[in-house]
């Protein structure tokens, strides 16, 4: 009687395991006619280019844990985890990390990249997050304070700061054409500070990810878009991600099905590194 009760026990443990088993996330079914795929697992490796670039791809230089994380590290160790190949990470530079796509030296270059017209002409991207713009000015100067939208800002009696020569110049010119813009000299900083400490203007770009560490060491600043500290904005939103070569639609494919499938999870990373910084 003994027996019989600890078989069906073990028999329904098994059916609960079972069923557990079935509730977790199932691997993308691997496209087995991808020459790049064939060619990936015949050799073993997963070979991703790899240049730090936080928060999404993030260096460890202490000499003690892993050496990379991030979401861009992250994707790449599942598609090495579902390919069933080690990862090997091949240090690229600034100039090289699209050449080597196309040369074959890597599979993958996981060092995020903004999307561009000029790149998708040579590379497919695998894109998993987005930059964008903020402004902000002192929250005690009452034309920000008062401010609802980033459109509160493109009239008269606003000045506009921004840095002269920088990515952000030409949307100032064309989000405020009726403020009054004032061109700074780059400082070495992410966003000209000192034009607004010193009310020398009211408002100036910031992209979103260095907004986060700049609201904790400056005290008294105001951001717009309001909400989740301005990491929502869209403003000259830019996809990021990790790129393959061109014409190779059924590993481009699975790729961006195993992304879809870590999407919140790649998001959450980005955040948590982002408070980081």
Request: glycine share 8%; charged share 20%.
């Amino acid at each position: 009687m003994t027996f019989l009760s600890s078989a069906v026990r073990a028999v329904a443990v098994s059916f609960c395991l079972i069923g557990f088993a079935g509730t977790a996330s199932a691997d993308e079914p691997i496209p087995t006619n991808s020459p790049r795929v064939q060619a990936i697992q015949k050799a073993g490796v997963f070979r991703v280019g790899v240049l730090a670039n936080p928060p999404w791809l993030v260096e460890n230089t202490s000499g003690s844990g892993e050496q990379w994380s991030g979401p861009g590290s992250t994707l790449a160790k599942e598609y090495a985890r579902q390919l069933g190949v080690k990862l090997q990470p091949v240090a690229v530079s600034h100039e090289t990390k699209v050449p080597v796509l196309a040369s074959n030296q890597v599979d993958m270059t996981v060092s995020p990249l903004s999307v561009t017209p000029e790149r998708l002409k040579v590379i497919d991207f695998v894109t998993y997050a987005s930059t964008s713009l903020c402004v902000f000015g002192r929250a005690d100067n009452p034309k920000v304070a008062n401010a609802k939208s980033i459109d509160d800002f493109n009239k008269e009696g606003v000045i506009v700061a921004y840095y002269t020569g920088g990515g952000e110049e030409h949307w100032v010119k064309t989000r405020f054409p009726n403020a009054t813009l004032r061109g700074v000299s780059t400082a070495g900083t992410a966003a000209p500070v000192e034009e607004i400490m010193a009310r020398r203007a009211d408002i100036t770009p910031i992209n979103r990810i260095p907004w986060v560490a700049l609201n904790k060491k400056v005290k008294g600043l105001k951001a717009l878009p309001e909400g989740n500290n301005c990491q929502d904005s869209k403003e000259m939103g830019t996809d990021i991600g990790s790129a393959i070569d061109k014409n190779q639609p059924e590993f481009q494919a699975w790729l961006n099905s195993v992304r879809s499938s870590m999407q919140k999870q790649l998001t959450a990373e980005e955040a948590q590194m982002i408070e980081k910084m």
